[in-house]
């Protein structure tokens, strides 16, 4: 099984700031990588696919990179509807085994 | 407009079978690509994927719970089924059904339904 990590565990930011979020892969999973957003309540939102192809309406502040085992989510300039948790996921297995990291929660400094 | 439904009991009993289905529309899984998965968190914890069945029938499986879960779907009336035998209090989770969709090589998850919680409890 591939295992996901994601530092920091939390982010403290404030609003305008930016913000850089790490998730790191304990085998190469090449670009088949993706990052969610899920606010408190709510379904996680994909934001970027393919490691740094973002999804459809998603502002160009979100950003992704990385390939193999190191991946990077950037906000450039944090809006206050950006506070939340973001998950990479890898879906490079075959068969699935589609693995999602602990998160990274981005909160208010 | 793609949107999907979770539904199923809230309580179940340690022991006993859960069995949620997922009712979708703006989308067919006969369409060469398609896909559904269902997708569980605890309670303040992480996000974990369970199972995938696709526009040809194929089914697949987390392997640390592949013996307890069955998916299937019912393409008539745009349904997903996923059941969990021998539910425990571990078990109790937010299940989240979500549209999965290739585009070779990328496979998105992009749409999701708002979850439904069941708690495992005795």
């Known amino acids: 099984e591939i295992v996901m990590t994601q530092s920091p565990a939390t982010l403290s930011v404030s609003p305008g700031e930016r913000a850089t979020l790490s998730c790191r892969a304990s085998?190469?999973?090449?670009?088949?990588l993706a990052w969610y957003q899920q606010k408190p309540g709510q379904a996680p939102r994909l934001l970027i696919y393919?490691?740094?192809t973002r999804a459809t309406g998603i502002p160009a502040r979100f950003s992704g990179s990385g390939s193999g085992t190191e991946f990077t989510l950037t906000i450039s300039s944090l809006q206050s509807e950006d506070f939340a948790v973001y998950y990479c996921?890898?879906?490079?297995?075959?068969?699935?085994?589609?693995?999602f990291g602990p998160g990274t929660k981005v909160d208010i400094k | 407009q793609v949107t999907l439904r979770e539904s199923g009991p809230a309580l179940v009993k340690p022991t006993q079978t859960l069995t949620l289905t997922c009712t979708f529309s703006?989308?067919?899984?006969?369409?060469?690509?398609?896909?559904v998965s269902w997708v569980r968190q605890p309670p303040g914890k992480a996000l974990e994927w369970l199972a995938l069945?696709?526009?040809?029938?194929?089914?697949y499986y987390s392997t640390s719970l592949k013996t307890r879960l069955t998916i299937s779907k019912d393409t008539s009336k745009n349904q997903v089924v996923l059941t969990m035998t021998n539910m425990d209090p571990v078990d109790t989770a937010t299940y989240y059904c979500?549209?999965?969709?290739?585009?070779?090589?990328?496979?998105?998850?992009?749409?999701w339904g708002q979850g439904t919680l069941v708690t495992v409890s005795s």
């Open positions: 979500a549209r999965t969709k290739w585009e070779l090589p990328e496979l998105l998850f992009d749409y």
């Open positions: 703006g989308f067919s899984l006969s369409t060469s690509g398609m896909c």
């Open positions: 069945i696709d526009w040809d029938d194929d089914k």
């Open positions: 085998q190469s999973v090449s670009s088949n």
């Open positions: 393919g490691a740094s």
């Open positions: 996921q890898q879906y490079n297995n075959w068969p699935p085994e589609y693995t």
